[in-house]
């Protein structure tokens, strides 16, 4: 008679198990997991099997060079080199561009990737590189555009172009951020 008492307790178990594995699946944990989207980061990788209930572990970038007590740049960045790519960038794709409402901010997304790409190339040390590009219908009406942050201003330097055509206007304004 202790043996059929035995087998319903661990039946009882076994369901109270299932339940709560149930349950688990739908936690909180499981389904924000799916959101982190590490995976899709360049520069971070899985740092092999999962290891923890709560996600895989991920391993920073390898330095890309090692500390040195340099303070300022090698090089300073010079302005008509970068003024430079951007006509160059402007003269191949803006003159005569007529402005539409879907082509107009992809032409914005594609030439600040590619002058980042080209000002990238010039190979500058310890500089950070970044690309505004702001392409406005006109229509009669007032642009105003401020950028605000720390600025150094022995070491960092920007470079603003503009450009108008009879429907659309352009301005690509270029920042070099010394990183120390």
């Known amino acids: 008679m202790a043996e059929p008492q035995r087998k319903s307790r661990l039946s009882i178990h076994e369901g109270a198990s299932k339940v709560a594995l149930a349950e688990k699946s739908f936690s909180k944990m499981r389904m924000r997991r799916q959101s982190y989207g ?21 391993k920073r970038p390898a330095l890309s060079y ?24 402007l003269n191949e794709n803006f003159t005569g561009h ?11 997304l594609r030439l600040s990737s590619e002058i980042m790409r080209e000002m990238k190339t010039l190979e500058y040390n310890r500089y950070r ?14 642009y105003n555009n401020a950028i605000t942050f720390l600025w150094d201003p022995e070491r960092d330097t920007y470079v603003d172009v503009q450009r108008v055509t009879t429907t659309a206007a352009i301005q690509v304004t270029a920042f070099a951020i010394y990183l120390d």
């Open 66 to 89: 090692l500390p040195t007590y340099q303070l300022g740049p090698t090089h300073k960045v010079k302005d008509f080199e970068v003024r430079k790519i951007i006509d160059d960038f």
């Open 38 to 58: 590490f995976g899709r980061v360049p520069g971070i990788t899985a740092a092999g099997p999962r290891t923890s209930q709560l996600g895989i572990e991920f």
């Open 98 to 108: 007529k402005y539409n409402v879907q082509e107009s901010p992809a032409l914005a």
């Open 129 to 142: 590189f970044i690309v505004v590009v702001t392409i406005y219908q006109r229509r009669s009406q007032c």
